[in-house]
């Protein structure tokens, strides 16, 4: 058994439940100060700081939390929703493991280990624990959400959206349902819609506007040309080398430059003018890195299609591989976009620190090792 919260627990949790993030910090330090082992304080602690995307300090008051009070459930929950935005999976799925045996017959802890196991790719333990919680609280919007996120990272968008829906019937103005949804419908090329309500999103919460998704039409667009530019440009050269043996096929390549061309410039446009000026006006506000990448990226894809199409029409073969060479650094573009997002992201930037330090920890034991080898005496 574990004590009560404490009074100040719930005059700083009812100010992080409404926003005033600063203000809870503040009571929760301050009731550290008279207690600084208290189990609940540092799990609110660890939930605040989480919220304002300080992850790494958060894992740090939720690690305490855990040695203080190793029975709160609560307190390995926090952890594991902090374990699982640091891209720590399974980390994530053992503390809320913990917190499940902690206290089994309460929904959140299920919910949790459920999101958990879809972060480490365990689709059906994931649905089973979802749906073992919807027993225990079959009310929950949490519980709906979190089918939701499972469905949508198993690939089965449909059940997401149902699931989704059914937990925005429940409560309409809940955020993230909404920007769920808006998500769902983007990945099925809903972009009307789906800018319709990233936009009511970010207007009813504007403190926490998410300008990457809100330039996914953009994104996707070339993400989707990068594949179809290798394609294309690849299956023409190919049919250039074949035009040496059979000179007919000269005409069949101009063919498909030109239809392929043609398809691609159409996929960009069913995709970016629906979406409006809103993803070009959050291409500005996007991560430095991030905004260069895709920049360039635009131009460089748009120069490649007009080639190919220009070559459907002169026939003259150096364009083709000239669409081809450039292919590599799209996706090397592609490779700064993530890598731009990742280090603007807390989790993901707090992950590849962590990453790095293993690689760096790695090649000083690896060295040492190497020293040691070498210096020991022949015949030892």
Not at 82 to 95: G, K, M, Q, Y
Request: aromatic share 8%; glycine share 6%; charged share 25%.
């Amino acid at each position: 058994m574990t004590s009560p919260p404490p009074r100040a627990y719930w005059r700083a949790q009812q100010l992080a439940q409404v926003g005033h993030y600063a203000e809870a910090e503040q009571i929760t330090r301050q009731g550290l100060a008279e207690s600084p082992d208290d189990g609940w304080l540092l799990t609110l602690l660890a939930s605040v700081r989480r919220l304002r995307r300080d992850y790494a300090g958060a894992l740090r008051a939720a690690d305490a939390a855990v040695t203080a009070v190793p029975l709160l459930a609560d307190a390995h929950l926090e952890r594991a929703e902090n374990l699982i935005v640091l891209v720590r999976a399974r980390d994530a799925v053992e503390a809320a493991t913990e917190a499940v045996r902690l206290e089994p017959s309460v929904a959140s802890g299920h919910f949790v280990r459920a999101r958990a196991l879809a972060a480490a790719r365990d689709f059906e333990r994931a649905r089973t624990a979802a749906a073992h919680g919807r027993t225990l609280d079959p009310a929950s919007v949490e519980g709906l959400l979190t089918v939701a996120d499972v469905e949508r990272d198993a690939g089965n968008r449909e059940a997401a959206l149902a699931a989704a829906r059914a937990a925005l019937a429940r409560a309409p103005d809940n955020p993230y349902g909404r920007w769920l949804i808006a998500m769902l419908d983007a990945e099925r090329l809903k972009v009307r819609r789906s800018m319709r309500a990233l936009h009511e999103v970010a207007r009813d919460n504007p403190a926490r506007a998410d300008v990457v998704s809100m330039t996914w039409p953009i994104r996707g667009v070339l993400g989707g040309l990068r594949r179809g530019l290798a394609a294309t440009a690849g299956l023409v050269c190919v049919l250039l080398v074949a035009h040496w043996w059979w000179p007919p096929v000269e005409t069949f390549a101009r063919i498909v430059a030109a239809v392929l061309a043609f398809v691609m410039a159409a996929f960009a446009a069913r995709v970016l003018i629906p979406a409006g000026r809103l993803p070009w006006r959050c291409l500005t506000l996007l991560p430095r890195l991030m905004r260069q990448a895709d920049i360039v990226a635009l131009i460089l894809t748009g120069v490649a299609i007009g080639l190919l199409a220009f070559y459907a029409v002169v026939a003259w073969w150096p364009l083709p591989v000239i669409v081809l060479a450039v292919t590599p650094p799209l996706w090397v573009l592609g490779f700064a976009e993530l890598l731009g997002a990742g280090l603007d992201d807390p989790g993901s930037r707090e992950a590849l620190r962590g990453w790095a330090e293993e690689i760096r920890t790695w090649w000083r034991t690896t060295k040492k090792d190497l020293r040691e080898a070498w210096n020991e005496p022949p015949g030892r």
